[in-house]
């Protein structure tokens, strides 16, 4: 992002030498505002991997607006671009009971839907299934504003399209952290239990909601397995939290129906981007 008024921004980049230089080859982008934080991953159509992940922590003055007019690093023209969003208006509805004309009717029953709600709907394959989702239209005009033909993802489609594919076995919790919000699935074997998300205010509330499902749901805490991703850091004390309550806790690997730069291949970090790279799946 460029520095206007010299405010101070944080970036973190993984990025090929290529992408700066090549205009010529076609790019799609993968884009994520998440309070003050904003990510974003590009993929080579013409190298087939990803050749950039970024991520910016920003001050609160910046609005999504703002980010998507100031950022270098998108200044250029993408084949596609995928906004990942977080509302927790949404259903998951099987295919087989899944009609356009209902969207509504089907949102409505369990989520309380303003009229002004836009309905958007991502496939999820493994489960055979929709999710279907409201997003207001502020946030849809801020995206357009630079990306007039924007697809929107909802990042719970993009997590249940990733895990579906983990090898595992027996029972497996995924817990996604955002700013003031977690996604939790909870898989046996590869038959998804539950999705859900949940709002927090301060961290301290993460591990009873997750010890309160724990309960419902009769699980071991020896024997479960604990995917950790998203907005949480490698050695943080939410971690360490989180370990001192599970025997088998560890962070989402990357996913490998894709390739990576090795600039991105290094990092450690890589389970804060899973629902970026995963965005594509969701068509």
Known sequence: MSQ????????????????????????????????????????????????????FTVPKEFNLRDILTYTDIIKRDFRTVHYICNTNVQSIVPDAFYEDSLAEE??????????????????????????VFGIRPTEIAAVRSRFPEVKF???????????????????????????????LVLMNSKECILYNQFEFQTKDEILPIVLQLVEEFSLSKDELQVVLSGEIDLGSELEQT???????????????RFTYTYRIEDDPQAHKFITLYAASLCE
């Open 4 to 55: 206007q008024n010299n405010v101070n921004i944080h970036k973190i980049e993984r990025v090929d030498e290529s992408f700066y230089f090549d205009t010529k080859s076609i790019y799609d982008l993968v884009i994520n505002f998440d309070g003050e934080r904003f990510q974003c991953v590009s993929f080579s159509a013409e190298r087939n991997k990803f050749v950039l992940q970024a991520e």
């Open 106 to 131: 089907l949102v409505s029953f369990h989520n309380t839907l303003a009229p002004e709600h836009l309905l958007y709907k991502n496939n999820i394959e493994r489960l055979q299934s929709q999710l």
């Open 153 to 183: 993802t909802h990042s719970g489609a993009a997590l249940l399209n990733y895990i579906s594919h983990l090898a595992f076995k027996g029972k497996l919790m995924q817990i996604h952290f955002h700013q003031q919000s977690l996604e």
């Open 242 to 256: 989180i370990k001192s309550n599970f025997s088998k806790v560890f962070y989402a690997p990357r996913d490998r």
